[in-house]
């Protein structure tokens, strides 16, 4: 499978084209259809196994049928995929419960029918007269219908001339399942009273009473929860899409003729004037025409600080009003909005981030074949000696039997399912073996600021006054003048005055003064709290001390808001986003496992350079005022140095960017998109569950690898033994159960990995 960031085209290239490719079991079967497209002339293809889906730039002698009708050739369906829509009502990462999932229904009728099989096969006190007949009416539907999925595959690359790991599977269960048809019917394994014992000794046992039936249906089972562990995690593939559409508004009160119409949003056209009142969605893209208010933009653009909006100003599209009533124009609308060209980048990022092949993949393109052969040359070498059939088809069957991947069937699911398991108990989400392999290369993080390095909420960090002046007093009158307002810097000064005072007094003659700020009468005191000019233009000057605070403040990125009663200038009170207390750590905690901590926020760069240097990220690395689209790009740029790059962020704006990067963590109080964009999902919101992650992927890929190369040496150790006679198809199935055990043990070790 193709890793490209993209397609280059050469000048021939006039066209591009995304195909939805059906029918892909493995990572070779994107390797082979891809290989296919790139022969056509004047066609360049990339194939990516984990979406599905096929990047294509064709010249202008080959057309999209012609593209479809080669892939359908090689032995898989294509066809153009259809517009993502949103969802009629939320939409989870998982199917429905509703929902029918064939795959599972397999694997459980399966596994059912298959435990009593395994039991009685290897238990001979559980064997009783004919036991052998209900085994063999047990392995049959699972070989034929739970195995049908490999067969099938294993015919299909047969007609094409290839094999994969459907084609050993699907050999070494008809193998067994032929020998233990054959041993019933024509050797003596069909006696009534026959015991299957199971020995270690080397030619101890008649070939003719020996049955596999076990084996065909357990080597059928593992494979199965295999594939359905893949499939269930590639069906979140989508759904960082979908939370992007469904981020935005659903319906919209349009000014008609004086008055106010409900529509949906889809029947916006630009140029109509839309109302939108406190606490609601912008609809989409346009100018304010009416009112002033504060625009909470936090969860499009990263801004912690709402950006106060009058007549004549931009506003986009899903951002809220958290002030007055706005009436906008829509000056965008549809798929030219903001949000919906962020969904169009996130889905550019997921389709060109290849996944890592399996690693058992890879092998088997060497492996399968060889061991094919191996077995095909076990039984003519062995009848060309003089051996009868029985001797020959044994040698060959154990050949079959040891290399079939039991084995590798468990050695990815069962390490992902206890890191997987152990890493949910520390508020660790990995969503599936493809993300892994790339936690081993990054050395570059990338911490989005709000709301992942900081708390992503506005609060009071500083109280300054006057001389005569407490703090108690400046906090009581703005808190209670500030409550009446629901300006979102009004109500973490207001929020922080009833901590820290209790019950606060009431407010008359409020007002709400555009842009400035607010004034109003508190126990008789004449308040006004807002920009220094508001209390300016009433000549209630800052002292210096004041204003020398004031200047720090904003010198640090912080919002200082000025407080004056009684004709007089008494208070700054410093408002701003803060560092949570747990980030510092975190970042010494990434630089300890070799990664370069980089800042990346669209906030300002005194706000972003302060609190890099509060958690220790160096200054050269802070990337400031950075706007969504530029957040992919710097992520492409640091890939462009050849850097391997993992980006940590929770807002829709980090979405495309977390998908473009190598490795994406998701923080779970976040949003769907960043969330479902990501790799990782960070529950607990704590930026050292970050390096908690990394280090559970390292070690969870660690163990996969070392499943990996147990199941192989087991196997590949005993085929000589198998072709030369010496390992019977019996111990070649106790070695086989071997591997697994150890397989399995090896996983269980992840359970005791503790976080940092």
């Given at each position: 499978?193709?890793?490209?960031?993209?397609?280059?085209?050469?000048a021939?290239?006039?066209?591009?084209?995304e195909?939805?490719?059906?029918?892909m079991?493995?990572?070779?079967?994107?390797?082979?259809?891809?290989?296919?497209?790139?022969?056509?002339?004047?066609?360049?293809?990339?194939v990516?196994?984990?979406?599905?889906?096929?990047?294509?730039?064709?010249?202008?002698?080959?057309?999209?049928?012609?593209?479809?009708?080669?892939?359908?050739?090689?032995?898989?369906?294509?066809e153009?995929?259809?517009?993502?829509e949103?969802?009629?009502?939320?939409?989870?990462?998982?199917?429905?419960?509703?929902?029918?999932?064939?795959?599972?229904?397999?694997?459980?009728?399966?596994?059912?029918?298959?435990?009593?099989?395994?039991?009685?096969?290897?238990?001979?006190a559980?064997?009783?007269?004919n036991?052998?007949?209900?085994?063999?009416?047990?392995?049959?539907?699972?070989?034929?219908?739970?195995g049908?999925?490999f067969?099938?595959?294993?015919?299909?690359?047969?007609?094409?001339g290839?094999?994969?790991?459907?084609?050993?599977?699907?050999l070494?269960?008809?193998?067994?399942?032929?020998?233990?048809?054959?041993?019933?019917?024509?050797?003596?394994?069909?006696?009534?009273?026959?015991?299957?014992?199971?020995?270690?000794?080397?030619?101890?046992?008649?070939?003719?009473?020996?049955?596999?039936l076990?084996?065909?249906?357990?080597?059928?089972?593992?494979?199965?929860l295999?594939?359905?562990?893949?499939?269930?995690?590639?069906?979140?593939?989508?759904?960082?899409?979908?939370a992007?559409?469904?981020?935005?508004?659903?319906?919209v009160?349009?000014?008609?003729?004086?008055?106010?119409?409900?529509?949906?949003?889809?029947?916006?056209?630009?140029?109509?004037r839309?109302?939108?009142r406190?606490?609601?969605?912008?609809a989409?893209?346009?100018?304010?025409?009416e009112?002033?208010?504060?625009?909470?933009?936090?969860?499009?653009?990263?801004?912690?600080?709402?950006?106060e909006?009058?007549?004549?100003?931009?506003?986009?599209?899903?951002?809220?009003?958290?002030g007055g009533?706005?009436?906008?124009?829509?000056?965008?609308?549809?798929?030219?909005?903001?949000l919906?060209?962020?969904?169009?980048?996130?889905?550019?990022?997921?389709?060109?981030?290849?996944?890592?092949?399996?690693?058992?993949?890879?092998?088997?393109?060497?492996?399968?074949p060889?061991?094919?052969?191996?077995?095909?040359?076990?039984?003519?070498?062995?009848?060309?000696?003089?051996?009868?059939?029985?001797?020959?088809?044994t040698?060959?069957?154990?050949?079959?039997?040891?290399?079939?991947?039991?084995?590798?069937?468990?050695?990815?699911?069962?390490?992902l399912m206890?890191?997987?398991?152990?890493?949910a108990?520390?508020?660790?989400?990995?969503?599936?073996?493809?993300?892994?392999e790339?936690?081993?290369?990054?050395?570059?993080?990338?911490?989005?600021?709000?709301?992942?390095?900081?708390?992503?909420?506005?609060?009071?960090?500083?109280?300054?006054?006057?001389?005569?002046?407490?703090?108690?007093?400046?906090?009581?009158?703005?808190?209670?003048?500030?409550?009446?307002?629901?300006?979102?810097?009004?109500?973490?000064?207001?929020?922080?005055?009833?901590?820290?005072?209790?019950?606060l007094?009431?407010?008359?003659?409020?007002?709400?003064?555009?842009?400035?700020?607010?004034r109003?009468?508190?126990?008789?005191?004449?308040?006004?709290?807002?920009?220094?000019?508001?209390?300016?233009?009433?000549?209630?000057?800052?002292?210096?001390?004041?204003?020398?605070?004031?200047?720090r403040?904003?010198?640090?990125?912080?919002?200082?808001v000025?407080?004056?009663?009684?004709?007089?200038?008494?208070?700054?009170?410093?408002?701003?986003?803060?560092?949570?207390?747990?980030?510092?750590?975190?970042?010494?905690e990434?630089?300890?496992?070799?990664?370069?901590?980089?800042?990346?926020?669209?906030?300002?760069?005194?706000?972003?350079?302060?609190?890099?240097?509060?958690?220790?990220?160096?200054?050269?690395?802070?990337?400031?005022e950075v706007?969504?689209?530029q957040?992919?790009?710097?992520?492409?740029?640091?890939?462009?140095?050849?850097?391997?790059?993992?980006?940590?962020?929770?807002?829709?704006?980090?979405?495309?960017?977390?998908?473009?990067?190598?490795?994406?963590?998701?923080?779970?109080?976040?949003?769907?998109?960043?969330?479902?964009?990501?790799?990782?999902?960070l529950?607990?919101?704590?930026?050292?569950?970050?390096?908690?992650?990394?280090?559970?992927s390292?070690?969870?890929?660690?163990?996969?690898?070392?499943?990996?190369?147990?199941?192989?040496?087991?196997?590949?150790?005993?085929?000589p033994?198998?072709?030369?006679?010496l390992?019977?198809?019996?111990?070649?199935?106790?070695?086989?159960?071997?591997s697994?055990?150890?397989?399995?043990?090896?996983?269980?070790?992840?359970?005791?990995?503790?976080?940092?």
């Amino acid at each position: 499978m193709s890793t490209t960031q993209g397609i280059e085209p050469t000048a021939a290239v006039t066209e591009r084209v995304e195909l939805s490719i059906g029918g892909m079991t493995c990572a070779s079967c994107a390797a082979r259809i891809e290989k296919k497209l790139n022969r056509m002339d004047g066609v360049e293809a990339t194939v990516n196994y984990a979406t599905e889906r096929a990047r294509v730039a064709f010249g202008s002698g080959v057309s999209v049928a012609d593209l479809i009708a080669t892939v359908e050739r090689t032995g898989y369906t294509a066809e153009l995929p259809a517009p993502p829509e949103p969802p009629a009502q939320p939409a989870g990462p998982e199917q429905p419960a509703t929902e029918p999932d064939p795959q599972r229904e397999r694997l459980l009728i399966s596994a059912v029918l298959t435990v009593p099989v395994v039991l009685l096969s290897m238990v001979p006190a559980l064997q009783f007269d004919n036991w052998q007949w209900l085994a063999f009416a047990l392995t049959g539907p699972v070989v034929v219908h739970g195995g049908l999925p490999f067969h099938r595959a294993a015919w299909t690359n047969l007609k094409h001339g290839a094999a994969t790991m459907d084609t050993l599977v699907s050999l070494g269960t008809l193998a067994a399942f032929g020998w233990s048809v054959w041993a019933l019917f024509l050797g003596h394994a069909g006696m009534p009273g026959m015991r299957h014992g199971f020995t270690l000794a080397v030619g101890g046992t008649d070939a003719s009473s020996t049955l596999y039936l076990e084996t065909a249906a357990a080597v059928t089972v593992l494979i199965l929860l295999g594939r359905w562990l893949e499939a269930r995690s590639k069906r979140r593939a989508g759904a960082a899409l979908h939370a992007l559409l469904d981020l935005g508004a659903k319906d919209v009160s349009v000014l008609q003729d004086g008055r106010e119409v409900r529509l949906p949003v889809s029947r916006l056209t630009v140029g109509a004037r839309f109302v939108v009142r406190p606490g609601e969605k912008i609809a989409t893209d346009g100018t304010v025409v009416e009112g002033t208010s504060a625009v909470d933009a936090s969860m499009l653009t990263g801004e912690s600080v709402p950006v106060e909006v009058a007549p004549g100003d931009p506003v986009t599209g899903a951002t809220v009003n958290a002030g007055g009533r706005l009436v906008v124009e829509a000056t965008r609308v549809g798929a030219d909005t903001r949000l919906a060209r962020m969904a169009k980048l996130v889905e550019e990022a997921q389709n060109g981030k290849a996944a890592a092949q399996r690693l058992a993949d890879r092998i088997s393109a060497v492996f399968v074949p060889v061991v094919i052969l191996i077995a095909l040359g076990t039984l003519v070498g062995w009848l060309l000696a003089g051996s009868g059939p029985t001797g020959a088809f044994t040698a060959a069957v154990a050949v079959l039997i040891i290399a079939c991947p039991c084995a590798l069937g468990l050695a990815t699911p069962t390490a992902l399912m206890v890191g997987t398991g152990r890493g949910a108990q520390l508020g660790i989400l990995i969503k599936g073996p493809e993300v892994l392999e790339t936690t081993r290369r990054v050395d570059t993080i990338v911490l989005d600021k709000t709301g992942t390095v900081t708390t992503g909420r506005m609060a009071l960090v500083a109280v300054h006054t006057a001389e005569g002046t407490t703090e108690q007093e400046a906090l009581r009158l703005a808190g209670a003048l500030e409550h009446a307002s629901e300006h979102p810097i009004a109500a973490a000064v207001a929020g922080a005055a009833a901590d820290r005072l209790g019950a606060l007094p009431a407010v008359t003659d409020f007002e709400n003064i555009p842009g400035r700020g607010v004034r109003g009468v508190v126990d008789g005191h004449t308040v006004l709290a807002g920009h220094e000019a508001l209390l300016a233009d009433r000549a209630q000057h800052l002292p210096p001390a004041l204003a020398e605070a004031k200047r720090r403040a904003e010198a640090a990125g912080r919002t200082a808001v000025a407080v004056g009663w009684d004709g007089a200038a008494r208070a700054v009170l410093e408002v701003s986003d803060t560092v949570k207390p747990t980030s510092a750590r975190a970042v010494a905690e990434l630089r300890a496992l070799g990664l370069r901590p980089v800042l990346l926020t669209g906030d300002n760069r005194a706000v972003a350079e302060s609190v890099a240097a509060e958690v220790g990220i160096a200054p050269e690395d802070v990337l400031a005022e950075v706007l969504p689209e530029q957040k992919v790009a710097a992520v492409k740029r640091l890939q462009a140095e050849g850097r391997s790059v993992a980006m940590v962020g929770d807002g829709v704006n980090d979405a495309a960017a977390l998908a473009q990067a190598d490795l994406g963590l998701a923080m779970g109080t976040g949003t769907d998109a960043a969330i479902e964009a990501g790799d990782l999902t960070l529950v607990r919101g704590d930026l050292r569950s970050a390096a908690d992650a990394i280090r559970l992927s390292r070690r969870t890929l660690a163990t996969i690898k070392g499943n990996l190369f147990w199941a192989f040496a087991y196997n590949v150790a005993a085929i000589p033994l198998a072709a030369a006679g010496l390992l019977n198809p019996v111990v070649a199935g106790a070695t086989m159960a071997f591997s697994s055990v150890f397989v399995v043990t090896n996983s269980l070790r992840l359970r005791s990995f503790d976080a940092g």
